[in-house]
């Protein structure tokens, strides 16, 4: 049995993002440096966007941000930024909140699964092998060729529940 890692944890009431921004953008640039993708200022902001939030954060509340910034943006520039940060798995997508949480171990190659805070609306990402494995297994069998998943579980953080 492969061991579960709570791969983004909840963090403190009092975590300072920074650390945590720096680690995703250099991370980010790497990647796409060693892939020969283009990151551009605009998927750079989005991301470092995304990453400041340090939960979900929606693609209009990502506008806002940047419209704040510089008055012309317009939301299909934020949705190919995010598009790209996607499929690229610098970021996931959290489809109950229709929202969007950094990724906290960008560049693809693996299935999270994802606690919701109800209390707090905070996000953790979950890493374990065996769900994403008996999912594979499960749909295989079934015939079932899965293009795509997001497995989000709603519940109460331990700061919440306390």
Partial sequence: MAEAVLAG????R???H?????????????????????FTHTRRRVLEIVWQRHGP?????ILEVLREERRKTAPPTVYRALEFLLEHGFVHRIESLNAFVGCSKPG???VGQFLICTGCGQTAELDDPDIAFLIAEK???????????TIEIQGLCSGCGA
């Fill in 139 to 149: 749909t295989a069998s079934a015939g079932f060729d899965v293009s795509r998943q």
């Fill in 18 to 38: 920074d650390h945590c921004i720096d680690d995703a953008l250099k991370t980010a640039e790497k990647i796409c440096f060693e892939r020969n993708l283009r």
């Fill in 9 to 12: 944890g909840f963090p403190s």
């Fill in 57 to 61: 954060i929606g693609a209009y509340d």
């Fill in 14 to 16: 009092d975590h300072d």
């Fill in 108 to 110: 693809g190659g693996h």
